[in-house]
């Protein structure tokens, strides 16, 4: 198939067909170029339906196009991105999102290494518990917020139900809004804990047993042995995890939506949630490009600050 | 009082039991809720003090399920419609399939191409970080745009349009995960196969694939589970004709008061599926997620 090819084959290098032999229709049809063929596809992909609406939306973004009755759209210049540094909802929103992403995935991490180690035993019945924690995970965000609208009602619902058997005083929950916020963030806990309990116990699981070994004939405590000897050794994959949820939940929308719609007041409103009120409720698509966009802005440093700070570039290849 | 050695090691055992199985009704006490309210009437719902045990604080009933429209009912239509229901259901399936396909298509190739071949005009590290970095966009950066362009292309509310957007989301992760577990194949085999006459795509197509099939299953899982839970774009992209389950679902308590036995019984409706994939699929769940975070 591969027509006249020399092939240089020796022990160290793998074999290379030069490029550019035959016509171009024999080359356009020939394996040699198999390796853009199978790339292009998605990068063109990317490109149409990835890159261009975001330049689409940088355009949006200076205009003034407020969908309504007799509306012109106009060049605005710079005034989305002045009234956006004028927008206290913007900055309360934006508030909002980092206290709930630094709260949740902070609890998260903890919590979820912690059940792995103590997981990461020779106990009876472990992946009975294995499947029994990660079922949080795969319920849909959606069910997952009415779920816990429903226990968190603050009359009929089972947790202040099961506090007062227990004499403890009811919560508001989502009804206040000095709760709300934290109410969200136990339920996004409860949701996610499973995701990094599961990838740290695989983690630990693989790590070699020798360091454990050394340790215990040296006389170490189970203290130190976990600070000089698993947390280094499985710090990367910690990092893996925590930098996959962090991700996940700067976008948090979902159970949001269906908790609390933002509410009460807009004390549990994300960034994501205020964006697509202001784009596509209220229908102003200039502004709330420029809100989307500049949230944009700030994924990218935030994420380009973690992959320093992390160093898991090099994961990536 | 000394505690001898053993003693010790046996509380600790049992603490740490006593721990796991706290934390595990923890996780499952919110689904079991939901699991048992849906099988409750209405007047049992909502009630305080609530009613946990069915058949000792409650009559379980099917009254939900037939008020939604699933199960035929004496009394006549209910609250909702069926075919509201099983339609959205219906887009939920091809939209989740959709998507899965296309990504799963998209990505195997692209992860094949970086895995077995060294680019020249870019390196490699910086393509597979273009497509990586696609899925940290947050989506709220494509809605707008995709709402103004889906408009004009007439995609608006269509099947195809949301697995086009599904599709943005899944195919970096498809590409992340079979990489990691192309890595485990050994070049050798493509080197002999081709030596054989064998073009890469026969190659991709006849030896990596079977190879890599529980990478496959991960993935497929995964972007699967994805797509059925979407909602930002579900709710924006979608009205009538190509609504998904969550979308649906989550329109439900914006207009009357709450009916919690509705809800729940949807809300199974749309964890049932998950979770026996979950169940079915268990292993390659872990093992995909795990793969791609270890090397």
Known sequence: MIKGAKIKYSTTQRAEVPLRQGSFLQRMFSDQYSKYYMLVPIIVYFLLIGIFPLIFSFVLSFLNWDVGAGKQITFAGLSNYVELIRDTRFWQTLQNTIIFTAAAVSLETILGFGLALLLNRNLRGQSVFRVLFILPMMATPVAVGYTWRMLYHVTNGPINHMLGLLHLPYVPWLSSSNTALMSVIITDVWQWTPFIFIILLAGLRSLPKEPYEAAAVDGASSIQTFFYITLPMISSVLAIAILLRLVEAVKIFDILFVMTAGGPGISTESSTMYAKIVGLGQFRLGYGAAIAYALLILSIIFFMILTKVFRTEKEIE | ?295
């Open chain 2, 1 to 295: 009082m000394k505690i001898s050695q053993r003693t010790k090691k046996r509380l600790g055992t049992s603490l740490i039991y006593f721990v796991l199985i706290v934390v595990a009704v923890v996780m499952i006490f919110p689904l079991y809720w939901t699991f048992v309210t849906a099988f409750k009437e209405p007047r049992d719902a909502f009630t305080f003090p609530p009613k946990y045990i069915p058949y000792l604080q409650f009559k379980p009933s099917l009254f939900a399920f037939k008020d939604i429209g699933l199960l035929p009912s004496a009394e006549g239509s209910g609250t909702h419609s069926a075919t509201a229901i099983l339609g959205t259901l219906r887009n939920s399936i091809v939209i989740a399939v959709g998507s899965t396909v296309v990504s799963v298509v998209l990505g195997s190739l692209a992860a094949y191409a970086l895995w077995n071949f060294r680019f020249r005009r870019w390196k490699n590290k910086d393509i597979a970080f273009f497509i990586l970095s696609q899925r940290m966009l947050p989506p709220i950066a494509l809605v707008i745009p995709y709402f103004i362009l889906y408009s004009r292309l007439h995609l608006l509310d269509t099947v195809l349009g949301m697995i086009i957007a599904h599709t943005v989301a899944s195919a970096p992760f498809v590409v992340w995960i079979m990489k990691s577990f192309f890595n485990s194949i050994p070049k050798e085999l493509i080197d002999s196969a081709r030596i054989d006459g064998c073009s890469h795509f026969s190659a991709l197509w006849r030896i990596v694939l079977p190879l890599s099939l529980p990478g496959l299953a991960a993935t497929s899982v995964f972007t699967t589970i994805f797509s059925w839970n979407e909602l930002l774009f579900a709710i924006t992209l979608t009205f009538n004709k190509a609504r998904t389950f969550p979308a649906l679902v989550a329109g439900l308590t914006h207009g009357s008061a709450a009916l919690w036995w509705d809800i729940s019984a949807m809300l199974l409706i749309s964890m049932v599926p998950v979770f026996l994939f979950t169940m079915l699929f268990q292993r390659y769940i872990v093992s995909g997620l795990t793969l791609g975070a270890i090397k």
